[in-house]
């Protein structure tokens, strides 16, 4: 069969009126070849040669009724018709099955849904930003959604720590105005110190406490079971993927003022799944009361120590006391807004909160340091005292006692 490029030649060469016996010639090909491709309209077709069989053709029908018991492995299907006589390669199998097997498909699961107030999801996840200079940082970000309303509260933190943890667990809870029957959480290091011999958790001390003083049970997800969790690990991928890409601050303060209006603007509107929103079905929760701010209290408390020069350090921030308390152990608690400093009880010194690294002095801070030498308390030492004054007489004196003597 001759070429697409020589059939167009010969068209060529017959327009330009050269007769048959001239075109065969000049191409080297037969007259009647040449009056053929004439004569056709296009390319003539190829006859098609007759399929050669297959040494698998025998075993088609076995290697069908095999791949309807949902076996495409190739060389378990080899090994099988080879027992029923098949001589030929892995290869051939191979490629048969090929266009045979399904696509390959995560396994289905039921979606995970609970009763109202009955649990709460509670993740951290980890995002990025970049600082004026262009250097890319990471921020802790604590995420808790309610099960059955949706309900979601995110807090940026500065640490991912069990102090920080609980301060951003009971800002949750208040925002929600209950407390949840149940957490959930995956084997999250802040609170799980590890599985035990009895392949139960062992939850950190100060959590234990801190979960029965809200009379709630703290549960772990399955292991490689994350959509048990599904809710809170959407809600850390919708923090990343649509609340932080192209959104601006100055300090971790705004960021968390712009995601507690983020969060309510989400509460507000119609979720996915459930066809309404969570602002509605927040009440039908049926939240436990929240415990006394006396119970609380011992959670909100961070212990530290006064500097020399008298000050506390707190999330990056150092803090002034008055100086007669340097060197003390002292308690930090975070409090609308406000950071508080007590010693033995008392409250000695209380700053607005700083989101960004900074020292805040106390006024008064160093007051009287001078004149106490830098002691709060007074030194042990020795005194010394004026010495004891003999009395001066008048020399007349000593005349007058002469002259009655004599």
Not at 51 to 57: I, N, T
Not at 186 to 210: E, Y
Not at 297 to 308: A, H, I, N, Q, T
Not at 357 to 362: D, G, N, T
Request: aromatic residues 8%; glycine residues 8%.
């Amino acid at each position: 069969m001759l070429g697409s490029g020589l059939v167009i030649s010969l068209h060529e060469l017959r327009a330009m009126g050269k007769s048959i016996r001239q075109i065969a010639r000049e191409t080297n090909v037969s007259r009647n070849t040449v009056r053929k491709y004439l004569r056709a309209e296009g390319l003539p077709e190829r006859k098609k040669r007759p399929k050669r069989g297959s040494k698998l053709d025998p075993f088609k029908t076995a290697l069908h009724q095999l791949m309807a018991d949902g076996i495409y492995n190739a060389e378990v299907l080899w090994e099988r018709i080879r027992q029923q006589g098949y001589s030929g390669g892995k290869t051939l199998v191979k490629d048969y099955v090929k266009p045979h097997r399904p696509p390959r498909q995560a396994p289905a699961v039921q979606r995970y849904e609970t009763k109202p107030g009955d649990q709460a999801q509670v993740d951290w996840g980890i995002a990025d930003y970049v600082d004026e200079r262009g250097e890319f940082h990471k921020v802790p970000v604590f995420v808790m959604t309610l099960g059955y309303s949706r309900a979601m509260y995110i807090e940026f933190a500065r640490r991912c720590d069990i102090r920080s943890f609980l301060r951003c667990f009971l800002n949750a809870i208040e925002s929600f105005g209950g407390v949840p029957n149940v957490m959930l959480t995956d084997r999250m290091k802040t609170v799980i110190l590890g599985i035990g011999d009895d392949r139960k958790p062992r939850w950190h001390p100060l959590f234990a406490d801190f979960a029965a003083t809200l009379g709630i049970v703290p549960k772990v997800c399955r292991v490689r079971r994350p959509q048990t969790k599904g809710k809170v690990e959407r809600a850390v991928r919708f923090v990343k993927e649509n609340f932080l890409p192209g959104r601006t601050f100055v300090d971790l303060g705004d960021l968390n003022a712009q995601a507690r209006t983020w969060c309510d603007e989400k509460n507000r509107r119609v979720h996915g799944t459930t066809g309404e929103r969570p602002v509605d079905r927040l009440p039908q929760e049926e939240l436990k009361p929240l415990p006394s701010e006396e119970a609380l209290c011992p959670f909100r408390f961070e212990s530290r120590k006064v500097s020399p020069d008298g000050f506390v350090s707190y999330d990056g921030v150092r803090y002034g006391v008055p100086w007669v308390y340097s060197r003390r152990e002292a308690m930090v608690r975070l409090l609308h807004g406000q950071v508080e400093i007590w010693i033995d009880g008392v409250v000695v010194a209380r700053h607005e909160q700083v989101h960004r690294r900074a020292v805040v002095r106390l006024p008064g801070q160093y007051e009287g340091l001078k004149a106490a030498q830098g002691c709060a308390f007074p030194r042990p030492a020795a005194r010394k005292i004026p010495a004891e004054q003999v009395e001066t007489r008048s020399l007349e004196l000593y005349d007058r006692l002469a002259e009655v003597g004599a």
